[in-house]
């Protein structure tokens, strides 16, 4: 048998391909998510008192995340823009893996930082651990750069 694939991958991620004639696919953890996030979603450029040059964002960008089925779930999420991993500010950052309870919602507010901005459409990528094919749940985001900035040495 022959079995073609084309794919067009956003923002550095990255795809798994799964093909069986004889077994299912495997299920995705049954976990909605939702991400909020500041629109447009804008970017400042910083240099610490050392010289280290990044972005960040005071933005609101925030990942729902809803169990669907009846019993209790546990999930790693990987959240990333631009191919980066983005952090869960602190202190709002739950016990990891996440448990999550039947019917509730998790809710992870992330700390925007990225080593480059770059203007323009992008999507906010959110995958599982979990999920053998690591599928991925995109949302839409427009970032803008704004004005340099100096971080305040501590």
């Given at each position: 048998?022959?079995?073609?694939?084309?794919?067009?991958?956003?923002?550095?991620?990255?795809?798994?391909?799964?093909?069986?004639?004889?077994?299912?696919?495997?299920?995705?953890?049954?976990?909605?998510?939702?991400?909020?996030?500041?629109?447009?979603?804008?970017?400042?450029?910083?240099?610490?008192?050392?010289?280290?040059?990044?972005?960040r964002s005071s933005g609101r960008l925030e990942v729902h995340l809803t169990n669907v089925s009846s019993g209790t779930v546990i999930v790693s999420p990987t959240v990333r823009l631009l191919g980066e991993i983005l952090p869960v500010a602190?202190?709002?950052?739950?016990?990891?893996?996440?448990?999550?309870?039947?019917?509730?919602?998790?809710?992870?507010?992330?700390?925007?930082?990225?080593?480059?901005?770059?203007?323009?459409?992008?999507?906010?990528?959110?995958?599982?651990?979990?999920?053998?094919?690591?599928?991925?749940?995109?949302?839409?985001?427009?970032?803008?750069?704004?004005?340099?900035?100096?971080?305040?040495?501590?």
């Amino acid at each position: 048998w022959l079995c073609e694939v084309s794919v067009d991958v956003p923002d550095r991620g990255g795809v798994r391909v799964s093909a069986s004639i004889d077994a299912p696919l495997p299920e995705p953890p049954p976990v909605t998510v939702k991400v909020v996030v500041d629109e447009p979603l804008v970017f400042m450029p910083t240099t610490t008192p050392t010289g280290l040059t990044y972005a960040r964002s005071s933005g609101r960008l925030e990942v729902h995340l809803t169990n669907v089925s009846s019993g209790t779930v546990i999930v790693s999420p990987t959240v990333r823009l631009l191919g980066e991993i983005l952090p869960v500010a602190s202190p709002s950052r739950p016990a990891w893996p996440i448990t999550i309870d039947a019917g509730k919602t998790i809710t992870l507010r992330m700390n925007p930082v990225l080593a480059n901005a770059i203007e323009g459409p992008h999507y906010v990528q959110v995958a599982f651990a979990e999920d053998p094919l690591g599928r991925l749940h995109l949302h839409p985001v427009l970032i803008e750069r704004g004005a340099a900035a100096t971080q305040p040495a501590k």
